[in-house]
T-cell receptor
Framework: GQNIDQPTEMTATEGAIVQINCTYQ??????LFWYQQHAGEAPTFLSY????GLEEKGRFSSFLSRSKGYSYLLLKELQMKDSASYLC??????????FGKGTRLSVIA | DAGVIQSPRHEVTEMGQEVTLRCKPI?????LFWYRQTMMRGLELLIY????????DSGMPEDRFSAKMPNASFSTLKIQPSEPRDSAVYFC?????????????????FGDGTRLSIL
């Protein structure tokens, strides 16, 4: 089976940097996705990592370490609109995505 | 471009009634996924289709749930009879999977969801 863990909630200050961690246990690992979900809305795709290292996309970056089964999403220059849930999801072999329960991020002034 | 379209957006009905949720995937996508999201269990995959064929329905809770995809542009998820514990947000997502076998690294695009309340 697969197991994905991420913190339930985090709080950070506007303008700061926050790192949301995700650990996964899966066989036949084939990549890791991050999605953003605002309250009452659909999840939207943020990033995909399959190789070790950091992928940067504007204020958002995602890191992967395959050997450690670990990923993080880094959000810089936080804005109030970044308050949302962030879902980590692992792709394994020929099975569909398995999502973590999400980390609810609150950005405060 | 039109995204994934789901209907209805909200549904409130009494237990025992039949509920039908509808989904139109993004044109050109060949895979469609039905998810259920609750606070307790997060986002759970119920079933997915590839080229209109159900591939994995192991997430379907029980026989009261059924899903169909009669063509590439339409899918339904039906609950009959409905129960209060079925109350959740149901999402449909689609993606384009290239190549045979592997699910690939193409992101899934989600519809706005159907918020279902069974009284």
């Amino acid at each position: 089976g697969q197991n994905i863990d991420q913190p339930t909630e985090m709080t950070a200050t506007e303008g700061a940097i926050v790192q949301i961690n995700c650990t996964y246990q899966t066989s036949g690992f084939n990549g890791l996705f991050w999605y953003q979900q605002h309250a009452g809305e659909a999840p939207t795709f943020l990033s995909y990592n399959v190789l070790d290292g950091l992928e940067e996309k504007g204020r958002f970056s995602s890191f992967l370490s395959r050997s450690k089964g670990y990923s993080y999403l880094l959000l810089k220059e936080l804005q109030m609109k970044d308050s949302a849930s962030y879902l980590c999801a692992a792709l394994s072999g020929n099975t569909p995505l398995v999502f973590g329960k999400g980390t609810r991020l609150s950005v405060i002034a | 471009d039109a995204g994934v379209i789901q209907s209805p957006r909200h549904e409130v009905t009494e237990m025992g009634q039949e509920v039908t949720l509808r989904c139109k995937p993004i044109s050109g996508h060949n895979s469609l996924f039905w998810y259920r999201q609750t606070m307790m269990r997060g986002l759970e995959l119920l079933i997915y289709f590839n080229n209109n064929v159900p591939i994995d329905d192991s997430g379907m809770p029980e026989d009261r749930f059924s899903a169909k995809m009669p063509n590439a542009s339409f899918s339904t998820l039906k609950i009959q009879p409905s129960e209060p514990r079925d109350s959740a947000v149901y999402f449909c997502a689609s993606s384009l999977i290239r190549g045979q076998g592997a699910l690939g690294n193409q992101p899934q695009h989600f519809g706005d969801g159907t918020r279902l309340s069974i009284l």
